[in-house]
Every structure is written in C-alpha cells, then in structure tokens.
Nanobody, 113 residues
Framework: QVQFVESGGGLVQPGGSLRLSCAAS???????MGWYRQAPGDQRELVAR???????NYADSVKGRFTISRDNGKNTVYLQMNSLKADDAAVYYC????????WGQGTQVTVSL
C-alpha cells in the first residue's frame, strides 16, 4: 500500500504563498491524486485533484489561487497556494481520489498576521 508524506506547511501572513509537497512511497503514475484539507471541527474536504494526464480540478474556494501539479518521476504531488486567506488554515493531506488509502500525518498551514 502506497503511503504519503506531506511537507511544506507553516505559518504565513494573509496574502502569502506556500508550496506543499506530497511524497509517495510508490508509483503514482496511474493514480488520480488529490489534496485535501481539514480545519478544526470541519470534515476533510478535497480541494484539488490531478488526473493521470495532468488534468486538474479545484474546489470553488481555492480556484484561481491554488495550483496542483505532479512529477511522476519523483512520485510527488505539489500544491502551490497563493493569496492565502485565514479560511485556508487547516491540516493538508494528499491521497488518492479514487480508493482513498491510509492518511499521512498531513502538514499544518496557518494563516495569520
């Protein structure tokens, strides 16, 4: 079973940017991948997904600000987050979109002055 390790989170001011990385323990070349987030008290939500040919979809709340990408050679998925808002603060996870497997520890994103 492929495992995922997320990194790149941190504290950023509103309007700032972060780039998250998700390293997979095995090949994700034929896997539709997604970035999810979960804020305290909320359900985990899918915010961005990328297909096997690089096609992307975004939640309305992040459209135009977040960009998901993948490097199959490195078994890594990225999430570039720009114009961050307080509402973006959450723990961010990556996983398959179809057939979600075990969750990693995630990476915390905090947006604050």
């Amino acid at each position: 079973q492929v495992q995922f390790v997320e990194s790149g989170g941190g504290l950023v001011q509103p309007g700032g940017s972060l780039r998250l990385s998700c390293a997979a323990s095995g090949s994700i070349r034929l896997v539709i991948m997604g970035w999810y987030r979960q804020a305290p008290g909320d359900q985990r939500e899918l915010v961005a997904r990328i297909g096997v040919v690089g096609d992307t979809n975004y939640a309305d709340s992040v459209k135009g600000r977040f960009t998901i990408s993948r490097d199959n050679g490195k078994n890594t998925v990225y999430l570039q987050m720009n114009s961050l808002k307080a509402d973006d603060a959450a723990v961010y996870y990556c996983n398959r979109v179809l057939g979600v497997t075990s969750w990693g520890q995630g990476t915390q994103v905090t947006v604050s002055l």
